[in-house]
């Protein structure tokens, strides 16, 4: 039996050294926690296992929050984007996300050097093999080397890690992902604490040689001729920009895959977990729509200077040979060769519904839990949780009230509300469909809405917070401004109006009014009042935004008013659950298991309906009479 010696005492650890690893590793220590991150790989630390992009439709809007609340993903995002892309700015602003191209090699190097640079963070390479509880609570890990550290908080972020295992149409082995170790021995230990496991899978892409493309038959897609970037307070984007490409599958490539499809783990038996509805793999998709004669496939680099390309929409577990057949079929792809081979992985996971509202274990205190291993799919979703329970330590160690910042606030909370109310029994992805109140929840207004929150939780800096403070500032002074500078409808103003494809008002109107007219943006608006051209464009964009949805606007913050007296409504953690009249036996089950902190999550619970609400309210306004009456006595 290995003996292990305790090595070290730190307030968290942190257990895995991916996207929700790292966010939260950065965010613990800066917020002044002595902060553990352990990693089977330190040259592994924010590696992209899939895509080499971030951001993409609500994924984006996280980034953005990320930033916005001193996260770290945007700036990293931002030092290695090789193509920004604002994705639908045709349709309305609270749809519009920024996604972004990195180059692979670059963005690991970003988050490895700031990580090392990072006052209160120790980051060693070592694989966890046990947890150990005292008296119920998380209180120190073992190590594959024979270590044991000590925490007042420990988080798993061990993303596809544990017990991975990786398939290549029949063939198969352990792994977290190729070419790394998968964590069997963490798995064990988590279930002699009593947290339950389950299955998921997802694939890869291959990618391939860029040498062998023919990028003349290829479809370029280029990227936004002013990259923005993801962060609010960073220096930008620098980077030469690259364009990707685009092809596509066609009856000849499905036709190899349907002749293949016996040989793929999806459909052999060989992975029965649940894979991610929404990036299936390529046989899935052809099984599913024999109807589509050809899927769009993305020829993306992966670096300034990386030979290879990724190729988006192509995940897939079937054998290499079978995989390198179905890519030669394709325009532009007939004489390329894979080097990475694409491959499916299966690995445990944990129901997100054993966690609390912050993302630590009812059953385990001290133990928290954030990223893939919640049942996630994403970076960007891995990396808003990481970021989500660091607050929450931090608030714990602090004596400060958990970060809840409500789902009309932050896309971020919908996501974790989402698991830990809801669950999920697939992967969850991030979309803005998921937001009730995603007109509040523009990636424009990120920073509005969360820099004052981070602020307040001490991971917001004075530099941060400053550039926060011109920009509000710089909102506010323009929102002012529209609202009670007028023009009066004289003849002068007649060819101006007409100039612009609108009639001349009946009467004097402000700034604000005329902006609200179809043909005028902020730009236009300067044939009134030159000056708003001295603002810098993210602030006409924020406040055009806001002036032209008004009406909306309002709507939304009415509905989000009434959702918060729910969520202001406390649930006591012992809530007697059997007692309140009214309640099925299945909703005294599911609230007696998910312990919602409010009457708004418990509402959220799926099977707990508005009359079930409804008679928990009652039943607290009992409680508190019978409390006033004992008072008194």
């Known amino acids: ?49 899939c895509n080499p992009a971030i951001g993409g439709l609500a994924k984006g809007h996280m980034v953005r929050e990320i930033d916005a609340l001193g996260g770290r993903m945007g700036l990293w995002a931002d030092s290695a984007t090789i193509q920004f892309k604002m994705l639908n700015t045709s349709k309305g602003p609270a749809v519009r996300a920024p996604r972004a191209q990195m180059d692979r090699e670059l963005y690991a190097r970003a988050v490895k050097n700031d990580l090392y640079a990072t006052p209160n963070l120790t980051v060693i390479q070592d694989m966890v093999t046990g947890l150990e509880l005292s008296g119920g609570r998380a209180h120190a890990v073992t190590t594959y080397l024979g270590r044991r550290f000590e925490a007042g908080a420990i988080m798993v972020t061990a993303g596809t890690f544990l017990r991975g295992k990786l398939f290549f149409g029949e063939r198969s082995h352990s792994g977290g992902r190729l070419g790394d170790a998968a964590s069997d021995a963490l798995s064990p230990s988590l279930e002699a604490a009593g947290i339950f496991l389950r299955r998921f899978m997802t694939c890869t892409p291959p990618r391939v040689l860029g040498a062998g493309i023919d990028f003349d038959a290829l479809v370029p897609q280029p990227g936004d001729e002013a990259p ?50 929404y990036c299936p793999a390529i046989e899935d998709k052809i099984a599913r729509f024999p109807e589509k004669t050809r899927h769009q496939i993305f020829v993306e680099p992966e670096g300034l200077h990386d030979p290879l390309f990724y190729l988006n929409n192509l995940p897939t577990g079937l054998p290499v040979e079978v995989q390198q057949t179905f890519i030669n079929t394709m325009p532009g792809l007939e004489r390329c060769r894979i080097v990475r081979p694409g491959y499916a992985i299966e690995y445990d996971c944990i129901d997100a519904q054993c966690l609390k509202p912050t993302l630590e274990c009812a059953a385990v205190p001290g133990l928290w839990f954030a990223g893939q291993v919640n049942g996630t799919s994403g970076y960007e979703e891995a990396a808003a949780q990481g970021i989500f329970a660091a607050i929450n330590i931090a608030a714990r160690f602090r004596g400060k009230a958990p970060f809840l910042p409500g789902r009309d606030v932050s896309y971020i909370h919908v996501l974790t509300d989402d698991l830990t109310t809801k669950g999920t029994n697939e992967p969850y992805r991030m979309f803005t469909s998921r937001a009730e109140h995603r007109l509040l929840l523009r990636e424009g207004n990120a920073d509005l809405r969360l820099t004052p929150l981070g602020r307040e939780y001490g991971l917001v800096s004075d530099a941060q917070w400053a550039v926060f403070s011109r920009r509000a500032a710089a909102v506010a002074a323009l929102t002012d401004a529209l609202n009670t500078i007028t023009i009066r409808p004289d003849a002068a103003m007649q060819p101006v109006f007409a100039s612009l494809g609108e009639a001349l008002p009946s009467n004097t109107r402000t700034l604000a009014d005329i902006l609200r007219r179809p043909n005028v943006s902020s730009e236009t608006l300067a044939v009134f009042w030159p000056d708003i051209m001295t603002y810098p464009e993210d602030v006409r964009q924020e406040v055009e935004t806001a002036v032209a949805y008004q009406g909306y606007l309002d709507r939304q913050h009415d509905l989000a008013a009434r959702s918060a007296s729910l969520e202001k409504t406390l649930l006591p953690e012992d809530m007697p659950y059997k007692d309140v009249a009214g309640l099925t036996l299945e909703v005294v089950e599911k609230l007696t298991a998910l312990k919602p902190m409010t009457l708004g999550q418990a509402g959220r619970v799926p099977g707990v309906t508005p009359a079930a609400v409804a008679c928990l309210d009652i039943h607290l306004r009992k409680m508190s009479r019978q409390k006033d009456r004992a008072g008194k006595e």
Not at 8 to 35: N, P, W, Y
């Open 1 to 49: 039996m290995v003996s292990h010696s305790t090595t070290g005492v730190f307030d968290c650890i942190i257990i895995g050294g991916g996207h929700a690893g790292s966010e939260a590793a950065a965010a613990t220590a800066r917020m002044g926690l002595a902060t553990l991150l352990l990693t089977s790989s330190t040259d592994h630390l924010g590696q992209m296992s």
């Open 228 to 277: 923005r970037g993801f962060s609010f307070h960073g220096p930008g984007v620098s980077l030469p920009q690259q364009p990707c490409y685009m092809t596509w599958t066609n009856e000849k490539s499905h036709a190899v895959i349907r002749d293949n499809l016996h040989r793929s783990p999806m459909y052999n038996g060989a992975i029965p977990g649940p894979g991610p509805r």
